[in-house]
């Protein structure tokens, strides 16, 4: 009986690696959340090339029939070799754009957080301002740029006013609806401390509304870059919209570089959304989440 | 001062004549208005009582009889469609301006993002005051309701037994004289609502604080209190007035002299005739 008893209590999940995968090292279970993304983008890939590659199948590199058939769909190869070769322009161009749509960004979070602050303050201020918040949200942005365009006519406030534009709407409507998703016992209690209004926004109303914040700043990360690149669609002298358009007036010559240009927006949407969420993680590292067990 | 008076039973005259009132109601009534043009809900009927510094108080009464809202009405959560509720010889809403008294919610209802602490010192943060006084009061605390090894840990890191002595820490935590409890330990398993029970005894013994405590559970409300206030329903009224004449310190054996289980019985009784 003792005997069996000591040997369960030495067959403990930690002397069991191989059962325990959070006690394996942490490569290993970096790669077991890694490989099922990489196998996928790496058939992907396989699949492209060779699609991409029957498409130009017997025809002469630099022929107007092979960029034609190109423009159907440019070769991985071909798409990667564009973004090296044309590094520092697409650097340059990216940089241009991430700036821009970053201090609009934060210009539309301010404006939006300020308007959610006054809209929380009582059902009347929120009625009168809601509607035509939604209603400016109903112009499209390839409408409103050359509009704005018309008034603004400078590029990089363009830029930023069109970028801060698209964020400041989903943190309005988030941060009003974080602000009013206060526990009523939390309120009560406020009230029993005889709390004045503005400590029970700074102790509880804003807290309560933070974690709202960011989930509305994750959509506005995406949002705002796609705001200034549609702004400097409308003519300028930088930014990945303008390459953009110059590529396009090139028709069928640069299809591969217009598809490098186009990972490398997503590339920076993605960096973007996650510097977005690594912030959340410091500043509300309290949501359920991000619990440990 | 006031363990000396509670090594002896407290009896209601004992209460009468020894201790100046704190609270008092003189025929209060509560009526809700109705929803739309309905009819109006009257929840509180001439209520009056008068509640004497450091007493124990329970409210019990089926559902619907009014306990919470009259806790309500002496917190200023709510106010009085007629007759007068004074703290300490002041409205109910200065006696709220004047901190007189900490609430303690049935749900604890700590945040998140604060740890038990923090929490802890939240009301004092409020108040004003700095930050040496803060954390001596709040660690003092902790420590009163057995939280010691606790300050850094969040709040969903804890027991919902131990969420709820942060929330009576954190109502005791600016030293007021009445402490307000609805239905604190309803929420709990029956072991841990025994053990706060005692916890709660000591607490009381210590600070003098008068407490006014709701309930639904009879065995709770004779072995807390000093007067348990049987209330009857629609409209909610005070049916009976029960002086506990159990001796303090309870303690475990409490539970098991006859007298205790006399005083439930007839609670019991009382309660009955509404159904």
Known sequence: MNTLKATQSNIQPENLPLVAPSQAGGWQRGWQKIWPPLMIIGLLLIVWQVVASWLVNGLEEGTFQYRQQQSLLPAPVKVFAALFNNLDVFLEAGRATLVNAFIGFVLGTLVGFGLALLMSQSRWVERSFYVYIVASQMIPVIALAPILYGIIKEETPLKITVSAYLTFFPVTVNVLKGLRSVDPTSLELMHTYAARPWQIYTKVRIPTALPFLFNSLKIASTGSLIGAIVSELMGGNEGLGVLILKLQYNAYGVSDKLWALIIEVALVGMLFFLVVSLLERLVVPWQPEYRKK | ?275
């Open chain 2, 1 to 275: 001062m006031l363990s000396e008076k509670l090594d002896k039973p407290i009896t209601d005259t004992l209460v009468e004549e020894a201790r100046p009132t704190v609270i008092k109601l003189d025929q209060v009534s509560m009526r809700y208005p109705g929803p739309g043009k309905g009819e109006a809900v009257l929840a509180l009927s001439d209520v009056s009582l008068d509640i004497k510094q450091g007493e124990f108080i329970s409210l019990i009464g089926p559902s619907g009889c009014g306990k919470t809202t009259l806790l309500r009405l002496v917190a200023d959560l709510l106010q009085p469609t007629a007759g007068e509720l004074t703290i300490r010889n002041q409205p109910a809403s200065q006696a709220r301006l004047n901190r007189e008294y900490g609430f303690v919610p049935q749900a604890a209802t700590l945040y998140d993002w604060r740890t038990v602490l923090k929490n802890v010192e939240l009301p004092l943060e409020i108040m004003s005051l700095d930050k040496a006084e803060r954390y001596k009061r709040a660690t003092e605390l902790l420590t009163l309701v057995g939280l010691k090894d606790f300050y850094h840990k969040y709040p969903w890191q804890l027991s919902g037994g131990m969420q709820q002595r942060v929330s009576i820490a954190r109502a005791l935590s600016f030293k007021p004289s009445i402490l307000l409890m609805d239905e604190p330990f309803g929420a709990l398993d029956e072991m841990t609502r025994e053990r706060l029970n005692g916890e709660l005894l000591n607490i009381w013994q210590t600070t003098g604080t008068t407490i006014i405590f709701v309930t639904h559970s009879i065995p709770e409300a004779v072995f807390l209190s000093s007067r348990v206030v049987v209330m009857s329903p629609r409209p909610g009224r005070i049916s009976k007035i029960l002086p506990v004449d159990l001796p303090y310190p309870r303690v475990f054996d409490t539970r098991e002299m006859p007298r205790y289980f006399e005083l439930i019985s007839q609670i019991r009784e009382n309660l009955r005739e509404f159904e």
